[in-house]
């Protein structure tokens, strides 16, 4: 009696929580400020004061061909907000025909210091046209205009460790599509549940096999079915954002990515495999042993993108981490949110385990009043 | 351990004696070989390929495919024969089932292995040179990796309805990112000569060999039961 009613009180908690989580995410948390600086936000500070600007490089002026410390390297950068119309002309191969001068941010780096050289002549592979950066620089010369294909102001910086390379917007923190960003706040919260229920899985496994109490092995399969389904939003929410951030729904050569769909695979196989078996107690014991071995592409999905990557990832990491730091509202947010998603699918468990009893009862009852067996 | 080689060596036994499975997999893993030739052809002669990344891919290909056969009629052939409930009655560790199942499977499927890379070496007229020890070594390594996993697999699935399609659905996903990208990206390494960089990869393959391992000789026990 006392069980029911506190199942009765997580599910209503988890429900107001929803509810407060859509609210907070789609009218409270502010959207993410990009930290490029326009053109106008340049042109009114002091000259020689120092900023920090960020963009991708939308064109290359004169790159030398052999590097002289005292040479000019001058490029252009482009605010990200242009990153869209720039993955998709670089996708068709057709950079070159369009037109790249928007240049609400133009760089001048001079008199490359001598110590930096090493560096530098590895640069120029770097320094290819799409390359995200961001500097340090100071604002100079300002209103320039006579010529036509400078904004009214340059930037330089004397140091090449102002200099910062990335491998896209997200990793200065910077959001491209900073609308899609609120789907965020629904995929990694179902990325964690996804997370939390295969570990259900894999501890009921173990206790099944060490106790055979057949309540443990509901608990695995149930946990693993609500798993599958919360790792499907999780697999199918991100390419909405993704697509808005990145400009493709998928992309293979992401680590976070592939091993998410490599475990999403895997536990569809445990549920294809309990399917394709007949026998409680065998299903029950090979079901085990399967989601105790399918519990390494976990860890693998979870920590992919910190331990050894064999590929890149570009997949935003949001904890632990210091690029992609949260304002304190959308920390709020993510926090409400996860707790919200934990509660819902610790009521759906309590539930499915409650049929599944009642499916088991069902079938005894059959094979009682069928005498069969 | 003697207990595992005696039926790693029944195993083989039975393979030399009937040659069912040597013969699958040696055609298999020709035909593969061939389809690739053939398909590749124009870009092969133009150039427009590198035979590295060819090679790793299509050998990886040729060595898991195989690998899913053998592993998959290891045991199927067990159960379908009644043989399994005899080898069960055995007075030893499940564990060193488990252990045999490997050596056996791992003998066969490394000999295909070796078979694959010299139809690649044949068919595309291509000198490993130097860099044999290096890509017999990975294609050893991930193997080994592979089969660690995939006995323990292919004894869950023989249980099931349809276990023949339902060994690469719950293995594939298993060694698609342990095994396979390091092991291609390993031997595409290796191939071009540059195993030194591999470094990261074979440490990547040696330590799912060993999560596998371990979690295959704990858990045999219960698969096998009853």
Redesign the interface.
Known sequence: MDKSKLGRIILVGAAILMLLTTYLAVIYVPLPQTSVKSADKILSSVEGSRIRVAGFVSDILNLPREFNPAQVIRFSLADFSDYQRYLAAAMVDQLDSQWWTVRPIDVEIYEVPKLMLAGIVDGPQDFIKGTNLSVLARVMDKGIGSNSNVTGFSLETSSWNDVTIGTSPGQFGIMTAPVAQKIFYFHMPSAWVSYLAFFVTLIASALY?KTRKIKYDRWAFCSAELGVLFSTIAITTGPVWAKQEWGVYWRWDDTKL??TF??W??YI?YL??RA???DT??RA??G???G???F??VP?SLLSSRV?P??QSSHPQVIASNSGSLSPEAGMTIGIAIIAFTLLFITMLIRRVEIAESEEELEELKRTIGGED | MSAALAIAWKDLKIELRSKEMLSAMFLFSLLMVLAFRFGFEGSVDAGDVALSDLGASSLWICFSFAAIVGMHTSFAKEKDRETLEGLLLCPVDRSSIFLGKVLSNMVLVFLVDLLSILFFSLFFAYDFEGNTIAVVGIAFLGTLSLVL?GT??AA??V?????EA?LP??L???I???VI??SV?ATRKAIAGDVSEAV??I??ILG?AV??GA?GYL?FD??L??
Not at chain 2, 159 to 163: C, K, L, Q
């Open positions: 096999l592939v091993t490599v475990l695979l895997v196989g294809m495999l394709s078996m007949t107690g065998t014991r090979v085990a042993v399967y105790i071995l399918g390494v592409t693998m050894a064999l590929l | 996993v323990l697999v869950i699935s249980n099931a309805r349809a276990r339902l659905v719950l594939i996903p298993l698609a990112f342990s990208i390091p990206s990261g990869e440490q990547s799912f999560i596998f979690v858990t219960y698969v039961e009853g």
